[in-house]
Structure formats: C-alpha cells, structure tokens
C-alpha cells in the first residue's frame, strides 16, 4: 500500500468513528469561529471527556486545528490534499497529466462521462484509452474488459468507441482484439 494509500485509509478509519465525524462536521459548519470543547459538547450531545478525545484526535490527523484560547477550527482542505494525492497513483493519471483538456471526464482516476462522438475531444480520449490499454498484440475482450475496468465502469462503450475510433481492431467473431494503429510518440 503506498504511503498516499495509507494516509487516506487511516483519515477514513478515524472518521468513521459517529462522534469524530460530527465533531469534524461541526467545525466544518463553525468556520473561522471554531467552537471550543464545552460547546462541542453541547452541539453534540456528549460528555466534555467524549468531545475532547474526538477534537484531540481530529487535531492529530491534522483535520483540525487547537489554539491558545481553546477553540478547535476545522482543516477541511486536508481530506482534499490526501484525494489530491492518492488519485495521483491511480493508473491513468500519469497519461492524463498529457491530456489536461479532457480532465473534466474524470473523477478520481475513473472515465465519468464520454464527449460527444464527433467532437475533437472524442478522438483524443480514444487515444489517451488506446494508451492505457498499451496494447501489444492480440488480447481477448476479457482482457480488454478487465484493463477498462480499472478507470471506466461501462467497458463496452469504451471498448466501441476503441473500435469506432480506429485505435482497436475487432476480430470478425468479436473475440480477440489488436492495435490498430501506432500510437504517436
């Protein structure tokens, strides 16, 4: 597991526990303000000793923040550094960065919309997905479906307009699949 991997998981553990996640909530809603213990302990219905170990915790995933008077203030933009990060070890995002007009069809890694099958931008996901897949000969469509699942949930319409676009070639029976053209360098 990498060390983005494991980051994530441990903030997701820790925030799975009710009172760690609606205390984070809380700060989330206070802002700037922040709230200090004895009013997350009234916000949230629980002992002082309960909300001092949810915002002590907090503050030591660094998903909050304690000052001199008292006051706990959420880091939110925390959770969005570790998405940031771990999306980057994802498989596709490496060839996205050489494809930054068609980000906006991603989210976290994975293929969420297709553009519009005439548009410019069609070929060039074609091509960014003929990359992907790094085809080297004949592969069957089980082995297509399995490398497209790993960044699209509908492989079929990937995998046709793999075809459509040129950049994969279709046996006869619909089995087997190869490169169709070389990929510029």
Do not use: C
């Not at 319409?157 to 994969?168: N, P």
Request: glycine share 8%; aromatic share 6%; proline share 5%.
């Amino acid at each position: 597991m990498s060390a983005e991997a494991a980051r994530a998981a441990e903030l997701l553990t820790q925030l799975s526990n009710p009172a760690r996640l609606r205390a984070f909530a809380e700060l989330v809603r206070r802002g700037k303000e922040g709230s200090s213990l004895a009013e997350m302990s009234f916000h949230l219905d629980i002992s002082k000793p309960e909300a001092g170990e949810a915002l002590g915790r907090l503050a030591g995933l660094g998903l909050a923040t304690g000052s001199g008077d008292g006051y706990y203030r959420a880091q939110p933009d925390v959770l969005r550094e570790v998405a940031q990060a771990l999306t980057a070890t994802l498989p596709i995002a490496p060839l996205l960065r050489d494809y930054p007009q068609l980000k906006s069809y991603f989210a976290h890694g994975r293929l969420t919309s297709l553009p519009p099958t005439m548009s410019e931008r069609y070929q060039q996901t074609a091509e960014l997905l003929a990359r992907f897949l790094a085809v080297e000969g004949v592969l069957t469509e089980d082995e297509v479906n399995r490398r497209l699942a790993a960044v699209t949930d509908d492989v079929a319409a990937v995998r046709r307009m793999l075809v459509e676009s040129g950049w994969l070639e279709r046996d006869r029976a619909g089995t087997s699949y190869g490169s169709a053209r070389k990929l510029p360098a």
